[in-house]
């Protein structure tokens, strides 16, 4: 085995086909506890970082900043700001949508993080950076412990 850069395009192999994959994707500890507290409870929880004063959302296990262990989950609002948002006039199959959808950064409230997510109940041409919104929630026997748990996010 050569590791070598290929620099003749030619000479660089493919196989056309299909590769079957048994691999199963998990969300891991904080990812498991935020989705069963979405679906079970209509909660987001965060996790917290004394040392560097940094609130997660998603939750994390340990600090980005200085590696501590993040071990205590907490519930914070179900509200936020538009932080910074596209709207989209097509589906992932460029097709158009009878409507045009907005999708957001929303930086959740009493944390240093957020999430990206539609935005309803809204006009596009309504919508500003800064805007204040809230979660609207699936009803509970449609939740499947996902972030589709949430509709959207809807002027508050």
């Known amino acids: 085995m050569s590791f070598d850069k290929i620099r003749d395009p030619r000479k660089i192999r493919h196989q056309i086909g299909d590769m079957e994959c048994d691999y199963i994707y998990?969300?891991?500890v904080a990812g498991e506890r935020f989705y069963i507290a979405l679906r079970d409870e209509e909660k987001?929880?965060?996790t917290r970082c004394e040392k560097c004063n940094i609130t997660f959302m998603p939750p994390r296990l340990y600090c980005d900043n200085c590696f501590t262990e993040l071990a205590s989950f907490m519930e914070v609002p179900s509200k936020g700001v538009i932080e910074s948002y596209t709207i989209t006039y097509f589906d992932r199959d460029g097709q158009a949508l009878p409507e045009p959808e907005?999708?957001?950064f929303v930086k959740i409230d009493k944390t240093d993080g957020g999430l990206i997510h539609r935005i309803g109940e809204?006009?596009?041409?309504?919508?500003?950076?800064?805007?204040?919104?809230t979660a609207v929630f699936e009803a509970k026997k449609e939740r499947?412990?996902?972030l589709t748990d949430?509709?959207?996010f809807k002027p508050a």
Do not use: D, N, Q, R
């Open 150 to 152: 949430i509709k959207y």
């Open 26 to 28: 998990t969300a891991g």
């Open 44 to 46: 987001l929880l965060a």
């Open 144 to 146: 499947k412990g996902a």
């Open 122 to 133: 809204i006009k596009p041409e309504s919508l500003k950076i800064g805007s204040k919104v």
């Open 102 to 104: 907005i999708l957001a």
